[in-house]
T-cell receptor
Framework: AQKVTQAQTEISVVEKEDVTLDCVYETRDTTYYLFWYKQPPSGELVFLIRRNSFDEQNEISGRYSWNFQKSTSSFNFTITASQVVDSAVYFCALSGYSTLTFGKGTMLLVSP | EAEVAQSPRYKITEKSQAVAFWCDPISGHATLYWYRQILGQGPELLVQFQDESVVDDSQLPKDRFSAERLKGVDSTLKIQPAELGDSAMYLC????????????????FGPGTRLTVL
């Protein structure tokens, strides 16, 4: 069975601070994909990134960056210079040869 | 930009009543998913369709839940009778691929239906 752990339940930062959301996963599949989704208060899950298990290159997209380390089974997400609009629940998810499994999410609160 | 549509956005019902949710996936997406998300948790898959066929409904409480995607496009999820524990967000998602690529495809989610059972 696959499992995703997001140990941080809630993080509070002040605008312009950098923040890292942790994600640790467990799977027996040799090929798998990792995802991050953002869920604002409106409820819709917004896709942010997909990374396959063979690509350990870090990725940067604007203020967002992702650090995939297969050796530690982690796929962490960093927001640089956070903004109030970044306030949301962020989910890490894993899929292999079975269904997409989500972590419990990390609520990020960015205050002005 | 193509989106997954869901209705209604909010539904309040009394226990033992029937409720139905509708989902229209992104055009051309073969696979459709229904998830349930309890407050403070991540979404959990209820049922997965590929075209009009059910691929996985192992987590669907079949004594009270039913789902259909008759023409392989839009889909309806029904609960009858609703129970207090069914209060949750019901999310629909779709992805483009079929067969072996399904589990690796990116899923795109709709806005969800927030159900409250009184």
């Amino acid at each position: 069975a696959q499992k995703v752990t997001q140990a941080q339940t809630e993080i509070s930062v002040v605008e312009k601070e950098d923040v890292t959301l942790d994600c640790v996963y467990e799977t027996r599949d040799t090929t798998y994909y990792l995802f991050w989704y953002k869920q604002p208060p409106s409820g819709e899950l917004v896709f942010l990134i997909r990374r396959n298990s063979f690509d350990e290159q870090n990725e940067i997209s604007g203020r967002y960056s992702w650090n995939f380390q297969k050796s530690t089974s982690s796929f962490n997400f960093t927001i640089t210079a956070s903004q109030v609009v970044d306030s949301a629940v962020y989910f890490c998810a894993l899929s292999g040869y079975s269904t997409l499994t989500f972590g419990k999410g990390t609520m990020l609160l960015v205050s002005p | 930009e193509a989106e997954v549509a869901q209705s209604p956005r909010y539904k309040i019902t009394e226990k033992s009543q029937a409720v139905a949710f509708w989902c229209d996936p992104i055009s051309g997406h073969a696979t459709l998913y229904w998830y349930r998300q309890i407050l403070g948790q991540g979404p959990e898959l209820l049922v997965q369709f590929q075209d009009e066929s059910v691929v996985d409904d192992s987590q669907l409480p079949k004594d009270r839940f039913s789902a259909e995607r008759l023409k392989g496009v839009d889909s309806t999820l029904k609960i009858q009778p609703a129970e207090l524990g069914d209060s949750a967000m019901y999310l629909c998602a779709s992805s483009f691929g079929r067969a072996q690529s399904v589990s690796t495809d990116t899923q795109y989610f709709g806005p969800g239906t927030r159900l409250t059972v009184l």
